[in-house]
Nanobody, 124 residues
Framework: QVQLVESGGGLVQAGGSLRLSCVAS????????MGWFRQAPGKEREFVSS????????IVADSVKGRFTISWDNLKTTAYLQMNSLKPEDTAIYYC?????????????????WGQGTQVTVSS
């Protein structure tokens, strides 16, 4: 059974940092891309960042460019989202998801497995 489990969320002051983790298990994720999305209260789910399985191709939403970085661990079983210079508008539930494709994508419809999410709250 495929499972994605996010962790690392919490409460942080504006300007602070958090690192989210997404542990993938259940089958080999070789040739899958990993993506991070977020959803704030009353808003639609929003793309944040995505990384190819090789790790050498990433895409990042303009709203977080220069502040957030996506990466894999060496075994390609855990993905990370390093979030720096956090702003109150980054407050949301953050989800990781996987898509069976070579290139990273911002399209939620391409992702087949989703985690349960982790809450990130940034205070002003």
């Amino acid at each position: 059974q495929v499972q994605l489990v996010e962790s690392g969320g919490g409460l942080v002051q504006a300007g602070g940092s958090l690192r989210l983790s997404c542990v993938a298990s259940g089958h080999s994720f070789r040739f899958y891309v990993m993506g991070w999305f977020r959803q704030a209260p009353g808003k639609e789910r929003e793309f944040v960042s995505s990384i190819s399985w090789s790790g050498d191709w990433t895409i990042v939403a303009d709203s977080v460019k220069g502040r957030f970085t996506i990466s894999w661990d060496n075994l390609k079983t855990t993905a990370y989202l390093q979030m720096n210079s956090l702003k109150p508008e980054d407050t949301a539930i953050y989800y990781c998801a996987t898509a069976l494709r070579a290139a990273p994508t911002a399209l939620p419809s391409e992702y087949v497995h989703w985690g349960q999410g982790t809450q990130v709250t940034v205070s002003s």
